[in-house]
């Protein structure tokens, strides 16, 4: 393990005289600072904090650590939920924070080429300023980084109908474990030439090398969208209501599953809002179409009452003015911040084929009861990825290591029967990692290894992520 007395004087010289003194940081403060991200309640200071400014500057950082293998960990805006940004090793930490450009937005071609510190609600509405559209919206984007997204495969809500941001990524430029730096592809919309290196790093959560630029296609922007709230008095019909929705032949822009819960603990969470819930309520679907024609986008609303009214469901709420849609969708980027105000928590990220919701849900809820544990669920139901957040509460810390510990592998093992996986959007990182031998065998764990050993052979990009601590 690479500690801090391994960040010699002399190698703490060599990284001021790449960077400026001035960006060199070795104080505890900015070290702890640097050193957690919105997983758990997890510090891994790293040995030094640095932060360049130049792919060149990454460049020659890399080739010291490379040289004294010594561990680098990307960190970017520190909002994961999965720990990929942890320094666990200590080591040096690579902060981002000054990629933070939108270095050309190509409205001919309807591209954007951008550095990772950009955060995502800034490069939406940048772009929308021009009548553009990135369609993926993580609940972080207000505070999330572009860079990260692409690092841990980031979607949103309105993934359903748009795809994640892999589906939006065209070419990046990576410096290499070696420091040499690299295009991975093209800035075209078809590329069948050679393996595809651009796919191969998102997600890859900063394992394989360091991402400085960032080539990304856009969409024309919509003009119109319907947004419902739909309460139903059995959270698994609502589950099997989505499903539903799709047979009827809508793909709405997003739906969203909220137990009652959920909501519940974002309205006392968030001061003025206002959502009637009556009693029997058990959970939500919130529900959205999008385009550039209302009388179609009607239509669609109205077929959509035809399929959820087949529920035992109460009445239909319509967002009637954009204050009533950012309420609504205030309150379901909140529930996660909800629920870690109210207790000490575990956040899973499952994901399920969508017809396959009401077992996971229900299996989830068996679960939680055998090991006396509580579940608030939540999550992008269109796409079949359900967040499940872990209540501490009232547990005993023996039984929160121990008990809740064999309840997210039983989970995981659960999901996986249902033919889904352990990640939709949050990445494995540090804290999914020991569970990958649900998802994966020894093989294809070996082959994943084996492209990690050929982009970083020294092992020094993130290590202690991904992959199980034992094979």
């Not at 205030?330 to 575990?346: D, L, P, T």
């Not at 359900?386 to 509460?393: M, R, T």
């Not at 809740?404 to 093992?413: D, L, P, Q, S, Y």
Request: with cysteine; glycine share 10%.
């Amino acid at each position: 393990m690479i500690t801090t007395s391994q960040i010699t004087a002399e190698i703490l010289q060599k990284l001021e005289n790449i960077v400026g003194e001035s960006y060199v940081f070795t104080d505890l403060e900015t070290r702890n600072h640097y050193g957690h991200d919105e997983t758990e309640d997890f510090v891994f200071p790293p040995g030094v904090v640095v932060k360049p400014t130049t792919p060149e500057e990454i460049a020659a950082i890399l080739m010291v650590a490379n040289e004294n293998l010594i561990p680098v960990t990307a960190i970017g805006a520190r909002t994961g939920l999965s720990g990929g940004c942890l320094s666990i090793y200590e080591g040096i930490g690579l902060s981002m924070e000054r990629f933070n450009k939108i270095l050309h937005i190509d409205e001919q071609n309807l591209q954007v080429t951008v550095e990772p510190a950009v955060i995502t609600q800034v490069l939406r509405e940048s772009v929308a300023e021009k009548g553009l559209f990135y369609p993926p919206d993580p609940s972080s984007q207000g505070s999330c980084w572009i860079g990260g997204n692409v690092a841990e495969n980031a979607g949103g809500a309105r993934a359903v109908k748009y795809g994640v941001t892999k589906d939006y990524v065209l070419n990046l430029e990576v410096v290499l474990a070696n420091g040499e730096i690299i295009w991975t592809g093209a800035n075209t919309l078809k590329n069948s030439t050679g393996y595809n290196l651009t796919q191969l790093m998102v997600g890859s959560e900063g394992t394989l090398g360091i991402i400085t630029k960032i080539v990304m296609k856009l969409l024309p922007k919509n003009t119109h969208n319907i947004l419902m709230l739909v309460p139903f008095f059995k959270a698994d019909e609502a589950c099997e209501a989505v499903s539903a929705i799709f047979r009827a032949g809508i793909v709405p822009s997003a739906l969203e599953f909220l137990e009652r819960d959920a909501i519940d603990w974002a309205i006392r969470f968030i001061d003025g809002l206002n959502v009637p819930i009556g009693p029997e309520i058990k959970a939500h679907l919130l529900i959205e179409v999008d385009g550039n024609y209302p009388e179609i986008l009607f239509q669609e609303a109205e077929k959509i009452m035809g399929v959820v009214e087949q529920f035992q469901i109460d009445e239909i709420l319509f967002a009637d003015t954009e204050d009533q849609k950012n309420a609504l969708w205030k309150m379901r980027r909140s529930v996660g911040e909800a629920v870690k105000s109210n207790s000490i928590y575990k956040e899973e990220d499952t994901v399920v084929p969508r017809y396959e919701l009401a077992n996971l849900l229900n299996g989830i809820k068996t679960i939680g009861n055998k090991y006396g544990f509580q579940s608030v669920c939540y999550g992008h139901a269109g796409d079949g990825n359900l967040h499940v957040n872990i209540v501490k509460g009232d547990m005993s810390d023996e039984d929160w290591n121990t008990e809740v510990t064999k309840g997210i592998r039983e989970i995981f093992e659960l999901t996986v029967s249902l033919k889904g996986t352990l990640s939709g959007e949050h990445g494995i990182g540090y804290v999914q990692k020991n569970y990958m031998d649900i998802a994966f065998n020894k093989t294809q764990l070996e082959l994943m290894k084996g492209i990690k050993a050929i982009f970083d052979p020294n092992g020094i990009l993130n290590p202690g992520k991904i992959f199980p601590d034992r094979l």
